[in-house]
Every structure is written in structure tokens, then in C-alpha cells.
């Protein structure tokens, strides 16, 4: 990283932004490489993690429960609940310092809907099979089910 192209100043503020799986090719981001560039030159990482949510790692936690890397490496993290949990919505994950500041300076807060009820609970009601709390292993079973499928539609 050159920094800046006029003063070749070192960029005060990195952001790196990157899916957790492609949506097109299914390719997994390498996020230790991705939290060790972080580090190097201390940048944020911002997380999408829409098609990995629910359905990687062992636990379901996307590529960071993959990886098995500390989550407070990643800056900002968000999703949709659209995909593995079949609801509506999304969420976005981050320092409390960060929510605040979304919440008191986003439009959307002022001027969209809440969450129905049902969606949230098809959220919750998701969320609580693949975390094995309704049956043990169910969710387990599922995300490697899921993976095994994956493999052989390649």
C-alpha cells in the first residue's frame, strides 16, 4: 500500500470489505489472511456474511465459526435472514460505539417498520435449530448435510 496518490501519505483509514462466500462461485474468503493484513496496517474489516450465515462452520456461524478466528478481528459484520433462516430482514453486527452511531444517524430508524412478529420468530425459531437448541444435533446434522450437498452439485 502506496497510501495516498498525490501525497504518498499513508491512508489514515482503511476499510476492506469482503464477502464471506461468493455468491456466484461459492469461493470462502481467507479471512485469517484478511485479519492478518488488518493488523499489518490497521485497517477495519467489514464482513458480509449473507451466504455463509446459518450454513458454514461448525456451529453455523459463517466463516468466522469456519475459520474459528476471534470475532472482535472483524469490525463490522452483516447478514441477511433471508437465506438460511427463510425470514426477512438482515442484521448488522459491531462495536457498540458502531450501533449507536448507525441508530441515532440512519434514516431507516426514523422512517422504516419494524419486524413483523412471525419474521422474527422464524428468525429465532432458525436460529435455535442450528444451534442445537430444540434438538441436540440437529443443527450439526443439517449444516453437514448441507455441505456434503454442496460438494456434489460442484
Not at 504518498?8 to 455468491?23: A, D, Q, T, Y
Request: aromatic content about 10%.
Amino acid at each position: 500500500i502506496q497510501g495516498h496518490p498525490r501525497t504518498r501519505r499513508p491512508f489514515r483509514k482503511i476499510l476492506i470489505v469482503i464477502e464471506g462466500i461468493n455468491s456466484m462461485e461459492g469461493s470462502i474468503a481467507r479471512l485469517p489472511e484478511v485479519i492478518a493484513l488488518k493488523k499489518k496496517y490497521g485497517a477495519f474489516i467489514f464482513l458480509d456474511e449473507a451466504h455463509s450465515i446459518g450454513a458454514l462452520g461448525p456451529n453455523g456461524g459463517g466463516v468466522i465459526d469456519y475459520f474459528g478466528v476471534n470475532p472482535r478481528d472483524v469490525d463490522v459484520c452483516m447478514g441477511t435472514f433471508t437465506k438460511s433462516f427463510g425470514s426477512a430482514g438482515g442484521y448488522l453486527a459491531g462495536s457498540s460505539r458502531l450501533i449507536s452511531y448507525v441508530r441515532s444517524q440512519s434514516f431507516q430508524t426514523n422512517y422504516a417498520a419494524s419486524m413483523p412478529a412471525p419474521a422474527a420468530q422464524q428468525i429465532i425459531s432458525s436460529m435455535r435449530i442450528i444451534m442445537g437448541l430444540e434438538q441436540a444435533e440437529v443443527g450439526r446434522r443439517r449444516i453437514k448435510q448441507l455441505a456434503w450437498n454442496t460438494r456434489y452439485f460442484r
